[in-house]
């Protein structure tokens, strides 16, 4: 979890502040006070990585060199008690999944969800990186607290309304101190990107200030907003449910498949029994639910909705766009030389392959299909023929590999085994579509944990195969973790395009240990305990024997 805060200062003639020194602190650089003639070097810091000052539309570009912006801030500033500048710090994400140019778009974004910029004030940017065991990223951002004149030739006058909020309460004005509206805004910014790069981590909630001890008073403050924000939400939950529709809105937002406990379960935030049973009643005679039924006619006691019908209709019109433009690595059968080298490649790794892994390579690099689709079980060597299938098909195949997962973690799985390009889903979506990475044609776009990827995600990431003739390549498991959206496409995906199925578990060595793997990954439960539970009485049983023959041993020689 990302530990975030923000800080401001006033740097102000009062307490001694100087924006040339100020300017050059932050930006590790050199600058002369023009008024003073004394000279400020801090070019010696080595931990500034990134220097920028951003101006408003109309403003003169050599305010650009914070030489010329500081010693502005110093001319118009005339009174002994000025305040010359908003220092501002801003704790960035030390997290291990993202690069600098990250922490530079977290910056750009917190300053334009603030308005500074498009209000009319220059914006200093320094961003400067940890030193050697230390973890703490942040940027310095220095805000003049004058606005540019019309003619963008110089400062002009005081922006007071962009001074901090207030609010009313019991007849009484309130200032909001502007470090906690910054703080919200970043904690925002930084949890809307984790989102868009598919990470699933989050900001801490605990502390909007760098090392404060949070003692009895203000724990308390801190716990009643946080009652009182859960409070609202709540009560929004609530609001929003206003009749049948909104129910099945709420219970298939997450799920393609239900039951009728799980829209009581929906209905539980309803504290009036008569409207949450109008609901209910409301939702389950509502004309847009489907029945589902077993294949002998029997009734499931489950239920889907018109609209995921026709949404997974839609993703299955996208697949087949996908599918029937064939595989890119196969050569037609007149012309079989790839091919040929293919079989062979496959024959040459063949001695360190099971018979089902090689099928399932085999399935992966030369079935005609443009989707091809492995189940792997947990412990079978899924990933192995992953990285033999990018080796290959990198070597033979006439587009790039790009290897993609919806968690962070399955991605460097891929990293592990050869893949050179990767990324999450939503990472790969957000660059591609922000002009951050580019999409060559003819690539075949490998997801590992395919079973995760939820409905939203399988839409665009058919919509981009489509438009860019990629092959796609799924491999997951629908019995281990799901998707945390609506989804199960991967499962009707695989059954559509005949799937090909990897079982035999390769990480046990053991008949048991293979036996109890394979049992819990089909869900057979019980089963998978029984065989854990006998070894383990085998095991105490030759330990009992073991510790008798000791005893008996130590007697004889005694």
């Given amino acids: 979890m990302a530990i975030q805060f923000a ?24 600058i002369e006070d023009q008024k003073s003639n004394v000279v400020f070097n801090f070019s010696n810091r080595g931990d500034n990585v990134f220097h920028q000052i951003l101006l408003p539309e109309g403003a003169n570009a050599k305010y650009k060199n914070p030489k010329i912006l500081m010693n502005e801030v110093e001319r118009v500033e005339k009174r002994k008690n000025s305040q010359l500048l908003k220092d501002i710090v801003l704790a960035l994400p030390d997290d291990k999944e993202l690069t600098l140019e990250d922490r530079i778009e977290i910056t750009h974004r917190l300053i334009e969800k603030r308005g500074w910029v498009a209000n009319g004030i220059a914006v200093q940017i320094d961003i400067h990186q940890p030193h050697d065991g230390e973890k703490n990223w ?12 019309s003619d963008g030739l110089s400062l002009g006058a005081k922006a007071v309304d962009l001074n901090p909020d207030f609010k009313k309460a019991g007849g009484r004005a309130y200032i909001i101190p502007e ?12 949890n809307s990107y984790f989102i868009e790069l598919g990470l699933e981590n989050r900001v801490d909630e605990i502390s909007n200030m760098p090392q404060e001890h949070i003692g009895p008073v203000r724990m308390r403050a801190a716990i009643n907003q946080a009652v009182i924000r859960n409070q609202e939400r709540m009560q929004a939950n609530i609001e929003s449910i206003r009749d049948g529709r909104d129910v099945l809105a709420r219970v298939t937002r997450n799920a393609s498949v239900f ?3 799980d829209v009581r379960r929906v209905l539980k935030c309803i504290d009036n029994r008569g409207t949450a049973s109008y609901l209910f009643e409301s939702a389950m005679s509502d004309q847009s639910i489907r029945d589902l039924y077993e294949a002998d006619g029997e009734r499931t006691g489950l239920y889907t909705t018109t609209y995921v019908q026709e949404e997974e209709k839609k993703l299955l019109r996208l697949a087949g766009y996908v599918a029937d433009s064939g595989n890119i690595n196969k050569e037609a059968e007149t012309d079989s030389s790839k091919n040929q080298k293919i079989n062979q490649l496959i024959e040459e790794n063949s001695n360190k392959l099971s018979a089902e892994q090689k099928q399932c390579l085999s399935h992966l690099l030369l079935s005609d299909n443009g989707i091809r689709i492995m189940r792997g079980r947990a412990g079978a060597g899924k990933s192995y023929v992953l990285g033999k299938f990018a080796s290959i098909a990198g070597s033979c195949g006439r587009g790039k590999i790009i290897g993609l997962a919806p968690t962070h973690k399955a991605k460097t799985g891929l990293d592990a085994i050869g893949y050179r390009d990767t990324d999450t889903i939503k ?13 060559s044609r003819s690539s075949t776009i490998v997801v590992d944990e395919a079973a995760m990827v939820g409905n939203d995600d399988y839409n665009e990431l058919l919509r981009v195969a489509a438009s860019y003739k990629c092959n796609l390549i799924l491999a997951g498991d629908e019995k281990q973790l799901a998707s945390v959206g609506r989804g199960g496409m991967f499962e009707i995906l695989a059954d559509k395009y005949a799937g090909v199925n990897l079982l035999q578990i390769q990480r046990q060595d053991s008949s048991w240990g293979k036996s109890v793997a394979m049992n819990m ?31 008996g041993i130590n007697q004889i020689l005694a």
């Fill in 521 to 551: 990954s089909r869900g057979r439960y019980r089963e998978g305990v029984a065989t854990l539970i006998n070894y383990m009485s085998r095991i105490m049983g030759l330990l009992q024997w073991s510790i008798y023959l000791i005893i």
């Fill in 427 to 439: 990472g790969f979506l957000f660059k591609l579509y922000n002009g951050r990475r580019e999409v």
């Fill in 179 to 190: 470090s906690e509206q910054i703080h919200e805004d970043l904690k925002e910014v930084i």
């Fill in 7 to 30: 800080r401001i200062e006033i740097v102000s003639k009062s307490s001694g502040g100087n924006a040339c020194r100020k300017g050059a602190y932050n930006a590790r650089c050199i």
């Fill in 138 to 149: 942040h940027a310095h951002l220095l805000i003049p607290t004058r606005r540019f004149t």
């Fill in 259 to 261: 039951s009728e406990n």
